[in-house]
């Protein structure tokens, strides 16, 4: 074992984290549906959904055979909802070709919907024992400031950096070494304030000799988010609340929510087009501003309450929810918040 695995080895063993509930497993269930959460989401975050949803879908069968609308519920409001789908169409791939039995093969975890390369080697490490490198954003920045790595993300810098990663990989006790890369990205080499002087591997890290430690990782060039501006519509019949699914592509693709009316519009005009005649109360509600990858979103509620007797066609595509079952569909966040309002406002 070179002197980098060594290192950092122990000090996993004596300061990175051993209580996480994906690491009392070898199941490759269980394994992957923590990696797949814990894609662009912090571990504090999965921590409060990983538990709840290994209870409803405790086997991959349990999960291709629910609705991917269930398995939304269930996801709602960790973010990146395509992992849920992702998640849902590999279960049935699972099922399919492979008799319902977590393939072993890092091939063929790599063939599942949502897995790429680095995802593939975490299962196969933490699952089977293999010895593979992994290169999540925590390990790309570990190891770009230990080997003085830089250039901007992209291909050319993710091969310099992979080949590093698995030139690194020790032969044995490889299971605590990949859990030790991820510990140190996310307890001690953190993106803003590192802690080197506790750090196993500042001694022979160039960053920390050069003073670069704030320069690397190469952050991407930042571009300023575009706005835009989305008016919903909050319909209430009484106790009750209409939502639509949303598009299977794009945002929130598959969840429900409320439908939209054009900018400037207050309803009415959605109304008379999907409802026909009918009495109704307008009251437009505090925006919600919301940030998503690529843009920032601000969306203006419009609350409208309709008469008992009004319902939409059933070409509409929604359906009227009671709110706490709304509250339980899988919903976006900003959806949630609205939804949670309304709680507090008398029909």
Request: hydrophobic letters at 40%; a positive charge; one cysteine or more.
């Amino acid at each position: 074992m070179s002197g980098f695995a060594s290192r950092l080895v122990a000090w996993q063993k004596c300061h990175g984290r051993h209580d996480l509930p994906w690491q009392q497993t070898t199941d490759p269930y269980r394994i992957w549906v923590s990696e797949i959460m814990l894609q662009q989401t912090q571990v504090a975050t999965v921590l409060a959904y990983y538990g709840r949803f290994l209870a409803r879908f405790p086997h991959v069968a349990e999960l291709a055979r629910s609705s991917l609308d269930e398995v939304l519920s269930y996801w709602s409001g960790l973010g990146y909802y395509s992992r849920a789908r992702n998640l849902h169409r590999a279960a049935a791939f699972i099922c399919e070709r492979h008799a319902a039995l977590f393939p072993r093969a890092r091939a063929d975890i790599l063939a599942l919907p949502g897995v790429g390369r680095s995802t593939a080697a975490a299962i196969s490490v933490f699952a089977f024992d293999a010895r593979a490198a992994i290169l999540d954003g925590n390990v790309k920045r570990v190891l770009a400031r230990h080997a003085g790595i830089s250039g901007p993300p992209g291909a050319q810098t993710d091969t310099e950096l992979w080949a590093h990663a698995e030139a690194l990989v020790p032969a044995v006790d490889v299971k605590c070494y990949t859990q030790g890369l991820m510990d140190l990205g996310a307890l001690v080499c953190t993106r803003r304030t590192p802690s080197c002087q506790a750090c196993p591997l500042a001694e022979d890290c160039q960053a920390y000799r050069q003073g670069r430690v704030a320069e690397l990782p190469t952050p991407r060039p930042r571009k300023p988010l575009p706005e835009k501006t989305f008016t919903v519509l909050i319909l209430r019949r009484g106790e009750r609340i209409w939502l639509e699914p949303r598009p299977a592509s794009g945002i929130w693709g598959g969840l429900w929510s409320f439908p939209e009316a054009n900018e400037g519009e207050d309803g009415r005009h959605w109304c008379d087009a999907r409802l026909g005649a009918g009495r109704r109360r307008v009251a437009w509600l505090p925006p919600i501003d919301h940030a998503l990858t690529h843009f920032r979103m601000r969306i203006r509620p419009c609350l409208l309450e309709l008469e008992e007797a009004v319902s939409p066609e059933p070409a509409a595509g929604g359906q009227w929810f009671a709110l706490d079952d709304a509250l339980r569909a899988g919903i976006p966040a900003p959806v949630r918040a609205l939804l949670q309002g309304l709680r507090h406002a008398a029909p």
